[in-house]
Nanobody
Framework: VQLQASGGGLVQPGGSLRLSCTAS????????IGWFRQAPGKEREGVLC???????SYADSAKGRFTISRDNAKNTVYLQMSSLNSEDTAVYYC??????????????????WGQGTLVTVSS
């Protein structure tokens, strides 16, 4: 499975942004997909994960502001982010784990990583 993340960019505080993660070599419908991020000088952290059954796991920082969705026809998972602030500035990565390995994904040990896309929140 190859994952292609896109949609990063510069956004003002309070703004919104949607990231996309398009998969090839596998169906997002059958894989668990997650979004992670790494801010400058910090360790990579989980943001939001979606399992193949449609259940989600949110980091506290994402609750109420970020949502994850899946478009099976486009084989793409989206991360919709709103009310962005400077602390959301990071490189965002999507990742995937196999059907039975959701806990692995949530703990930050997926089977596959995509390349990152940079999100900068600044005025």
């Amino acid at each position: 499975v190859q994952l292609q993340a896109s949609g990063g960019g510069l956004v003002q505080p309070g703004g919104s942004l949607r990231l996309s993660c398009t998969a090839s070599g596998g169906s997002v419908n059958w894989w668990n997909i997650g979004w992670f991020r790494q801010a400058p000088g910090k360790e990579r952290e989980g943001v939001l994960c979606l399992n193949s059954a449609g259940s989600t796991s949110y980091a506290d920082s994402a609750k109420g502001r970020f949502t994850i969705s899946r478009d099976n026809a486009k084989n793409t998972v989206y991360l919709q982010m709103s009310s962005l602030n400077s602390e959301d500035t990071a490189v965002y990565y999507c990742a995937a784990s196999s059907y039975s390995a959701y806990d692995q994904l949530v703990r930050g040990h997926p089977n596959y990583w995509g390349q990152g896309t940079l999100v900068t929140v600044s005025s």
